[in-house]
């Protein structure tokens, strides 16, 4: 069993910048994915940005030059500057990881308001 646990959410204004961070329970080398995903009231969780075992980190299209992904492995962290931040980024924002076996797990998600 993994967790994770998120923290740096909160309310910005438009053009704002946030860290999130994501704290893994187990080494996130043994991770084949990491990476963070969003649920905006209504919507469908999406995928905001993923790191894989291999190649480069894949970005929502919506976030691209706005965001990074990073990832510390001697801490077990992973973590999310998002820069420019817009209304439209308002969301929960959840830590993810698959491990070798496929499995995929969640932290319980930390909220991002964008808002004046």
């Known amino acids: 069993q993994v967790q994770l646990v998120e923290s740096g959410g909160g309310l910005v204004q438009p053009g704002g910048s946030l860290r999130l961070s994501c704290a893994a329970s187990k080494s996130i080398f043994s991770f084949n994915a990491m990476g963070w995903y969003r649920q905006a009231p209504g919507e469908q969780r999406e995928l905001v940005a993923r790191?894989?075992?291999?190649?480069?980190?894949r970005y929502a299209e919506s976030v691209k030059g706005r965001f990074t992904i990073s990832r510390d492995f001697a801490n077990n962290m992973a973590y999310l500057q998002m820069n420019g931040l817009k209304p439209e980024d308002t969301a929960v924002y959840y830590c993810n990881a698959e491990d070798t076996s496929g499995s995929n797990y969640w932290g319980k998600g930390t909220l991002i308001t964008v808002s004046t």
């Open positions: 790191f894989f075992r291999v190649g480069s980190p």
